[in-house]
């Protein structure tokens, strides 16, 4: 059995409400703009520079004047202050703001073709992840919008009260929504047999020089190959966007979790695999558990349902909260059911009825897709699970 795959972050805040209308992509890409290195300033006459006292002494006592003139002034450091705190700007894969890692891979979880790695090497062959975008018209913010392709895809996904190209929050949501309007698209065009060729590449290539030269193509048209060769080229840099980070799962190995269902056959265990049905490779970011059609699927542990209602691609989904563990939030989902028997806000305690073994969404039979989150990634669930009981 198998599902639809998505990409860290939970998917009920993604998959379920941000399907956005099929548009056809911007007729051509602009790259960032190269600036000239400027020419080497004409030597200068050698002078004594200064001694060790201004280098290495004076910077320091200046420092320290300057910070304890700000404390002084402020009352001290704040109470809940700590090292490592607030540390946006730290490196990420690729060297980008890792404050962006979040975003991109809940924007790829909108879609089975799009990773989170493929938004970020986009971004980067657009504009290097510069935000140093044209202002009207031209394109605006790291991921190179117009204001009207903006129109149509740009949201306040960051909840700050605006929706802007200039926000990489907002820009990264709405990359994603772009190219997975584009792939169901192309999808779409393969299925039926209008076009041939890998989803990713024709994802990319619509992208490029919209859907309709792909669909005369029959395939990636001559005129995106060159787009396609230079994000293709990145992928590797970003790849460990797509890998989540499971350390959460290993801390916690004593199996804390009760089986979701009483059939613990796994037909598909978490890890990279290709999908069944729409032949990408990407992280099955759960364990699906066969099982017959209507069997119950029970809560793993006490929690707050925080999500339950149809997506497209994990059909019928419950997600419960079950709080901190070990200062970190864990909660797990339950997909392609039946019937759902529970709402949203509803508590929840371990073996409470949640729905019914189903086939709903994505899937090639009656199963459960059973996912552990933990402190926002996936991990998997099997050393999480009492399966011996």
């Known amino acids: 059995m198998s599902d639809e795959p998505a990409v860290e972050i939970p998917a009920y805040e993604a998959v379920a409400a941000r399907e956005a209308p099929a548009q056809e992509a911007p007729a051509s890409v602009t790259p960032a703009?190269?600036?000239?290195?400027?020419?080497?300033?004409a030597p200068r006459p050698r002078r004594r520079g200064p001694g060790p006292f201004t280098l290495l002494v004076l910077p320091g006592l200046v420092?320290?004047?300057?910070?304890?003139?700000?404390?002084?002034l402020t009352g001290g450091l704040p109470d809940d202050w700590s090292p490592g705190e607030g540390t946006a700007q730290d490196a990420a894969p690729g060297g980008v703001d890792a404050s962006y890692g979040p975003w991109l891979r809940k924007s790829a979880d909108a879609c089975t073709v799009v990773t989170a790695s493929v938004l970020a090497a986009q971004i980067d062959q657009l504009t290097g992840w510069s935000d140093a975008g044209a202002t009207g018209s031209g394109p605006q913010g790291i991921a190179a919008f117009t204001a009207a392709d903006w129109k149509t895809w740009g949201k306040d996904d960051d909840g700050n009260g605006r929706s802007s190209p200039g926000d990489p929050a907002d820009a990264i949501m709405a990359l994603g929504r772009q190219d997975c309007s584009l792939a169901r698209q192309v999808t779409g065009l393969r299925t039926d047999g209008t076009v041939n060729g890998d989803l990713v590449d024709l994802t990319l290539a619509a992208y490029a020089v919209g859907a309709?030269?792909?669909?005369?193509?029959?395939?990636?048209?001559?005129?995106?190959?060159?787009y396609l060769g230079e994000v293709k080229a990145l992928f590797a840099k970003y790849e460990a966007f797509d890998r989540e980070d499971t350390s959460g799962g290993g801390l916690l190995a004593d199996a804390i979790l009760?089986?979701?269902?009483?059939?613990?056959?796994?037909?598909?265990?978490?890890g990279s695999r290709q999908h069944p049905l729409t032949g990408v490779t990407k992280l099955h970011t759960g364990v699906d558990f066969g099982a017959p059609q209507g069997a119950q699927v029970s809560a793993a542990r006490a929690g707050t349902v925080v999500f339950a209602a149809m997506t497209t691609a994990y059909g019928n989904r419950v997600v419960v909260d079950h709080g901190t563990i070990e200062g970190k939030r864990l909660q797990t989902t339950y997909s392609h059911l039946s019937a759902i028997d529970v709402t949203v806000g509803q508590t929840v305690q371990t073996g409470t009825p949640l729905g019914r073994v189903g086939s709903t969404g994505l899937s090639t039979g009656p199963h459960l897709h059973f996912e552990v989150i933990y402190d926002g990634y996936y991990a998997d669930p099997q050393p999480w699970l009492a399966l011996n009981g």
């Open 33 to 41: 703009p190269v600036t000239p290195a400027p020419e080497a300033p």
């Open 63 to 72: 420092t320290l004047t300057t910070v304890a003139g700000f404390l002084a």
């Open 212 to 226: 309709d030269a792909v669909t005369k193509a029959g395939g990636v048209p001559a005129s995106a190959r060159t």
């Open 258 to 270: 009760a089986p979701p269902v009483t059939t613990l056959t796994i037909t598909s265990p978490y």
